[in-house]
Structures are given as structure tokens and as C-alpha cells.
């Protein structure tokens, strides 16, 4: 790629709390003047915030098969931060860029968002596993049935690497945590929340006590927003300085991780937050029945144990400044901007 021409890069799900927070790096990236991004949003009004930025912004979805393969064809790097369990979208993106390099000879960028889900056992909250997987053991990746969550669209992703016509990386975050705050969030354009704590935060107030997955002694690892936008950018510039540079393909997968808690921690410190606030009946959270898993959380997902070492990423040089510190400090401001807005 020669430095006069432009890197074109294509981005789904820019709305999204991932992606927002990427396409925030991307535009205060030191070699941000020699890109030319191409954002896909659902909402029309975003457009003319998002041309703001400087982006080209295309109303479409996941659901636009035609839109995804035509913008990954034109692009010398794709960032995949929509929906990880989306396969048709998947096979869009990889067929638009199959037509590109049957079309220029070059070899495309696919960086593709799944997440520590995959790991996911079921656990319910009753014990932690002493299982735990690195990046760098890909046998052991390799055993994870094609019915984990996001599996199966890893496993294409992988394929297609393999034909040649793509580079693949695979980012896989873990609980992910902080309020994001980005010039996205700013403009009305990004959500600025997570998934998993803010949930256990709206069950909690929705049922006025917090609550625990079974006896919540379940591990996952954690990351801070602007961590994982940090690791996609640091796949990103060892992607374009050429295929040597990191792990692709069967080889390119990267836990987003610096830390790990036990999911029932977590559901305490809500509990005795919530019970401060005097919303919460008790400091002590009771456990969520059956039928609350699937209200809250549609299953008991949140019971499961994840454990990943973020080796691989470390190696090509992520350097992580959030530690599992930071996500107790972040509890507080995440419950007190939840409460506000379910007043409203």
C-alpha cells in the first residue's frame, strides 16, 4: 500500500458502544488524515453528525446483505463491530471482500468482534472453573464446539483466511466496563454503555434489591472501554505493516482482557450500592429465580465462568492502563447514570 494512496476502511455497528469507541481511535489516530472511513448506521439522523467527523456515513444494517459485500469490495480493511452471532452478515462482509482481492490481486484486513462469551460453561453461578485459555493456545481454542456462543461465525472467519483472499484477527472482549466518552457520545451518536453490569443494574432497581446468578462464585476477565479500543487499533497497525506482524487466520485470535473478577463480586457491590441509595431492600443480594434469568438476562449466561490471558494481544503490543480497579471505581457513576435515566 503506498503512502500517497488513502486506507479505506469500513466500520459497522459505529453506533454501538464498541464501535463507537473504535472509530473514536481511528479518528485521533496519528495517520488519520490517510484514511477514508466508511461508516454503516440504522439511524438517518445520525448521517450528518457522523459526516461531521469527517466519515461517509451509509444508512444500512446487518440485515443489508447487498450494502455490506459492495463497502467491504471497496475497502482495504473492514471492522466488524456489530452483531458477533450475525453469520449472513459475516459471509456478506468476507464475499465483499473476496470480490476485492479477485478484483485488485490485494489482500484485504477483516477485523472481526466476538467476545470471551465463546468460553462460556454452565456454571449458573455455582463454582469456578480451573479452566483458562490463552490467545496463543489455539489447540485448545480449537475444542470449543461450533454451538458456543459466536463460534460459528469465528470458525468462518477463520476459513476465509485461510482460502488467501483475507486477513483475519478476531477480537474477543471480555466483560467490558466504564462509561465511554468520546466525541461520539458528545454528538448524540454513540451509546456510552456496556451490557453486562449495566443489566445487573436495571434487574436490580426493576426488582428494588440486587440480585446473583446462583452462589456467584463464576469468573470472567474484564477490560475497560478504552482498553479494547486500544487492542483493535494496536491489531489494526500491526495488520497494515503486513502479515508478519501478528498472528492471522487460525492464528488470530486476541482476548481483550486485563483482569479478572468473580460475577458474584460484582452483584454484591450493586447490592450494597443500590441498598445506599435506598432503592435496594437489603445490602445483600438474593439470588434470581428462574424466571428472572430469562426477564433480565434471556438465561443464565451471566452465571457461566470465563477465564482468558490476553497473551497474544500483549505480545503485538497492547499495552493496557486499566486494571480490575478501575472496575469497582466504575460501579458507582454506572448505577448513578442508570438510576437517573430510569427516573426519567
Known sequence: MSTSEKTHIFITGVTGYIGGSVLSALLSHPKAKSFQITVLTRSPDKVVPLNSLGVVAVVGSNQDLDKLTEHARNSDVVFACADSDDLQAAKAILLGLKRRHDETGKVPILIHTSGTGVLADNAAGNYATDKVYSDLDIPLIETLPKTQPHREVDIEVVAADEKGYVRTYIVLPSTIYGIANTSLVKLGIQNPYSIQIPSLIKAGIDRKQGGVVGKGL?????????????????????????????????????????????????????????????????????VFTEDELQKYFGGPGLGSNSRARADRSKLIGWKPVHSVDSLWASLKPEIEAIAEIQNK
Open 218 to 286: 463464576n469468573l470472567w476477565p474484564n477490560v475497560h472501554i478504552n482498553d479494547i479500543a486500544s487492542l483493535y487499533i494496536t491489531i489494526f497497525d500491526a495488520a497494515i505493516r503486513g502479515p508478519g506482524e501478528a498472528g492471522h487466520g487460525r492464528e488470530g485470535f486476541y482476548f481483550g482482557e486485563n483482569g479478572e473478577h468473580r460475577v458474584g463480586r460484582i452483584s454484591e457491590v450493586i447490592a450494597e450500592l443500590l441498598f445506599e441509595a435506598k432503592i435496594g431492600k437489603s445490602p445483600e443480594p438474593t
